[in-house]
């Protein structure tokens, strides 16, 4: 996610320059190799084969992430992670060394990104809507950067992207964007001459899109795209349900690996919203609400490996107003997906996780976290996901003004 301009403005043009929160992103090895956290500009990684911290390498000129992380994705086989964010870097990294193989340097800040599933081409959104990407060249098991430039992609013509997804068989470009609109796009042979050829567009949400997934489905092998909004809704496509006439956005959703399950996360709620899917049918129901009792925890990333019954998930923020932490993070995990016949998934206590105590002082920096600040975390993620995703309306005196007073600069070679 990224915000609408680069210095934010008050009604009379008069830059406020507020303090921006991020809120904190969760990644998941497919094979569960790995967890991914990041919070602010800090990138944490727990390597649960070693049972240790990761340590990352970054041998550029740029060196590690100097503002808030907005995107980190691996890839399909899990051998790529790509991390970005406000600082206009996207920084790609080999999860067996966890040395950066490359460094992008973006014109404006990056909402998105996403790697394909050959692992060849990096692709990432800018907050004016354009995804750009670049390719990399595999040798002998080692990944490079091909060239550190990148190419625009596509566009969705000065509309924040927040979120891109491949299609199972790699022949789509999925992207989401604040405008309500879900734009398909066929990939192209070679995608660094562009993506000019539009599949269609999925216009069935009334407010922001604020993540994509796919199931996948024997008998079609494209799989069908999932979505959720910032209007409570989501669905398979135009089949959209809505669980609750009081409107909080869906924040992330998450496909249970092998199954037709859709994990929910909703803002504000201390729980996840469980959906199954009708593939026959095209439509997805409501099947079941799995609360989290004990503490103020409102997840608002998940992530889930194709190996694993688990659903990991985190509560995050990064520049915590009003109290002495600078950020905080709680990670935590839900199992029991695959006997959902059985009961409802049981979320697990810290012993309980993998990696245990080791992993949770990694990835939140601390192990016990007091109840104030849960509550001042919520309060402030919910602040940040409207100021970053509601679109502002201004008179046309102050859009002029803000032309002339942006400090976003051309990106010099």
């Not at 990644?27 to 944490?44: E, H, I, K, M, T």
């Given at each position: 996610m990224a915000e609408a301009a680069d210095t934010p403005m008050e009604e009379g043009g008069e830059s406020t320059k507020e303090?921006?929160?991020?809120?904190?992103?969760?990644?998941?090895?497919?094979?569960?190799?790995?967890?991914?956290?990041?919070?602010?500009?800090?990138?944490?990684?727990?390597?649960?084969?070693?049972?240790?911290?990761?340590?990352?390498?970054?041998?550029?000129?740029?060196?590690f992430h100097k503002d808030s992380i907005r995107a980190i994705r691996y890839g399909v086989n899990g051998k790529l992670l790509v991390s970005a964010g406000d600082d206009k870097l996207v920084k790609i990294w080999s999860t067996d060394s966890w040395h950066c193989i490359g460094t992008v340097s973006c014109e404006k800040r990056v909402s998105a990104a996403a790697i394909s599933n050959d692992g060849h081409y990096v692709c990432f959104a800018d907050k004016f809507g354009v995804v750009w990407v670049v390719n990399l060249e595999e040798k002998d098991g080692t990944f490079s950067l091909v060239n550190e430039k990148a190419a625009p992609m596509l566009s969705h013509y000065c509309s924040i992207i927040t979120s891109l997804e491949f299609s199972p068989s790699g022949c789509y470009i999925v992207s989401a964007d604040r405008d309500y609109k879900i734009r398909v796009t066929v990939m192209p042979k070679r995608p660094l001459n562009g993506a000019h050829e539009i599949h269609c567009f999925c216009l069935g949400h009334s407010e922001f899109v604020s993540c994509l997934d796919f199931i996948s489905s024997p008998d079609f092998q494209e799989g069908y795209l999932v979505s959720g909004s910032g209007d409570s809704t989501a669905g398979l496509i135009d089949s959209i349900e809505r669980e609750e006439e009081q409107f909080c956005a869906v924040t992330d959703l998450c496909v249970v690996p092998n199954s037709t399950l859709i994990a929910v996360a909703i803002q504000s709620f201390k729980g996840i919203v469980l959906l199954s899917c009708n593939v026959s049918a095209k439509s997805v129901s409501f099947t079941k609400v799995v609360s989290i009792t004990g503490e103020t925890f409102s997840p608002t990333c998940l992530g889930m490996s194709s190996s694993e019954d688990l659903l990991w998930m985190v509560m995050g923020i990064s520049k915590l107003p009003g109290l002495d932490c600078s950020s905080l993070v709680r990670v935590r995990a839900m199992s029991g997906f695959k006997r959902i016949s059985e009961g409802e998934p049981i979320m697990l206590e810290d012993n309980e996780m993998p990696g245990g105590q080791k992993l949770l002082e990694k990835l939140q920096g601390s192990v016990s976290i007091e109840e104030s600040v849960y509550v001042a975390a919520s309060e402030a993620l919910k602040k940040a996901m409207s100021k970053l995703l509601i679109k502002k309306h201004y008179s046309v005196e102050n859009r002029e003004t803000r032309k002339r007073t942006r400090n976003d600069k051309k990106f010099k070679q």
């Open positions: 303090l921006e929160v991020a809120p904190a992103l969760i990644a998941v090895n497919p094979s569960q190799q790995s967890v991914v956290v990041a919070v602010g500009s800090d990138l944490r990684v727990y390597d649960l084969r070693e049972g240790c911290a990761a340590s990352l390498v970054d041998e550029s000129d740029k060196s």
